[in-house]
């Protein structure tokens, strides 16, 4: 079945940085748009960045566009999330989704995509 798994996640100070990993298996990686949402304590999940299976096409949300980077490495099934000038309203828990096979545009819903991890807890201080 498909498994994805979330690491890295943790407590940081405001302005620091983490590398969030997710790694794909049961699924033919290269095929998928991979995302990564986040969900704050009585909020509604929201997108944050999402790469199209070929790097062809990656959208960021407004919040984190300058401060995000997604990455894949198709070798090894796993996509990264490098947060950098992290703030408090980053505070979240992350999750990792794929949508495919062979979609051409990155989806920005949750309904988007068809598999997900259980999350990792992102926490930023003041």
């Known amino acids: 079945q498909v498994q994805l798994v979330e690491s890295g996640g943790g407590l940081v100070q405001a302005g620091g940085s983490l590398r969030l990993s997710c790694a794909a298996s049961?699924?033919?990686?290269?095929?998928?748009?991979m995302g990564w949402f986040r969900q704050a304590p009585g909020k509604e999940r929201e997108f944050v960045v999402g790469v199209r299976w070929d790097s062809g096409n990656t959208v960021y949300a407004d919040s984190v566009k300058g401060r995000f980077t997604i990455s894949r490495d198709n070798a090894k099934s796993t996509v990264y999330l490098q947060m950098n000038s992290l703030k408090p309203e980053d505070t979240a828990v992350y999750y990792c989704?794929?949508?495919?096979?062979?979609?051409?545009?990155?989806?920005?819903?949750?309904?988007?995509?068809?598999?997900w991890g259980q999350g990792t807890q992102v926490t930023v201080s003041s």
């Open positions: 049961g699924l033919t990686f290269t095929r998928y748009v």
């Open positions: 989704a794929a949508d495919g096979p062979f979609i051409v545009r990155v989806g920005v819903r949750a309904s988007d995509y068809d598999y």
